[in-house]
């Protein structure tokens, strides 16, 4: 049989094998797995999909060893069993319940990624990042723990950034007024903010503020951004 891509939606409670014929080296290009920590099944099988270039995968209890340069598009949750080889196509990140080293390992392994969201997890910073010097959208969101995103500074080419639910950020906006080459922002339940003064030194064109505590919300930097949402 020959496929582009595979996709699996399990229903919950779901407690079988996958498909026998997943068991051959398949060709396919795209791969899609919900709930893989009720199925049983190895990460060689993910592994031995060489002409992989997309993969989404939920919770994964298994060891998978993510290396090659096909791969172009991955979004996984977490788990003490995954790591990075080389992964030069890599374009578009997303991972929940990263780890401080974790993301370490990305900087070094993925230097390629333009896109990177990062979910949940134990980061207090952001060390790493400054590793992905073509990023240019990053996504936070429910990080409890992280308090620094100063290294956002030393990543030349971001031109968006959300963030949601992170509230206990100490250096929010003295780092946005140092990233210059913004042009999206959107602070979705960020704590609470002095003021808008970081405007001042961005040339967004895109704005939006949400769910987050602002003491002064007028400045004249507002009337320059061509679309803006403050609540």
């Given at each position: 049989m020959k496929y582009d891509?595979?996709?699996f939606n399990l229903p919950l409670g779901w407690s079988g094998n996958l498909p026998s014929y997943l068991s051959e080296e398949l060709p396919i290009r795209a791969f899609v797995l919900g709930c893989p920590d009720k199925i049983r099944f190895s990460g060689k099988l993910i592994e031995k999909m060489a002409s992989l270039e997309m993969l989404l995968l939920t919770k994964f209890d298994g060891i998978v060893r993510f290396e090659g340069s096909t791969l172009r598009v991955l979004r996984i949750t977490f788990g003490p069993g995954i790591s990075f080889g080389e992964v030069p196509s890599l374009a578009t990140l997303a991972i929940r319940d990263s780890t401080p080293s974790l993301l370490r390992e990305i900087g070094e392994k993925a230097k390629n990624v333009t896109s990177l969201e990062l979910t949940a997890?134990?980061?207090?910073?952001?060390?790493?990042?400054?590793?992905l010097f073509g990023l240019k959208r990053l996504e936070l969101s429910y990080m409890k723990k992280l308090n620094s995103i100063s290294l956002l500074s030393r990543c030349p080419a971001l031109e968006e950034l959300i963030i949601e639910s992170v509230r206990n950020l100490t250096d929010l906006q003295s780092t946005l007024a140092k990233l210059s080459s913004?042009?999206?922002?959107?602070?979705l339940g960020c704590g609470s903010l002095e003021n808008f003064d970081f405007l001042a030194d961005l040339n967004l064109e895109t704005f939006a503020c949400s769910r987050t505590k602002v003491a002064s919300k007028k400045h004249p930097a507002l009337a320059r951004i061509k679309s803006v949402y403050v609540q």
């Amino acid at each position: 049989m020959k496929y582009d891509g595979i996709g699996f939606n399990l229903p919950l409670g779901w407690s079988g094998n996958l498909p026998s014929y997943l068991s051959e080296e398949l060709p396919i290009r795209a791969f899609v797995l919900g709930c893989p920590d009720k199925i049983r099944f190895s990460g060689k099988l993910i592994e031995k999909m060489a002409s992989l270039e997309m993969l989404l995968l939920t919770k994964f209890d298994g060891i998978v060893r993510f290396e090659g340069s096909t791969l172009r598009v991955l979004r996984i949750t977490f788990g003490p069993g995954i790591s990075f080889g080389e992964v030069p196509s890599l374009a578009t990140l997303a991972i929940r319940d990263s780890t401080p080293s974790l993301l370490r390992e990305i900087g070094e392994k993925a230097k390629n990624v333009t896109s990177l969201e990062l979910t949940a997890g134990s980061c207090t910073t952001l060390d790493g990042v400054e590793g992905l010097f073509g990023l240019k959208r990053l996504e936070l969101s429910y990080m409890k723990k992280l308090n620094s995103i100063s290294l956002l500074s030393r990543c030349p080419a971001l031109e968006e950034l959300i963030i949601e639910s992170v509230r206990n950020l100490t250096d929010l906006q003295s780092t946005l007024a140092k990233l210059s080459s913004l042009r999206v922002l959107r602070l979705l339940g960020c704590g609470s903010l002095e003021n808008f003064d970081f405007l001042a030194d961005l040339n967004l064109e895109t704005f939006a503020c949400s769910r987050t505590k602002v003491a002064s919300k007028k400045h004249p930097a507002l009337a320059r951004i061509k679309s803006v949402y403050v609540q």
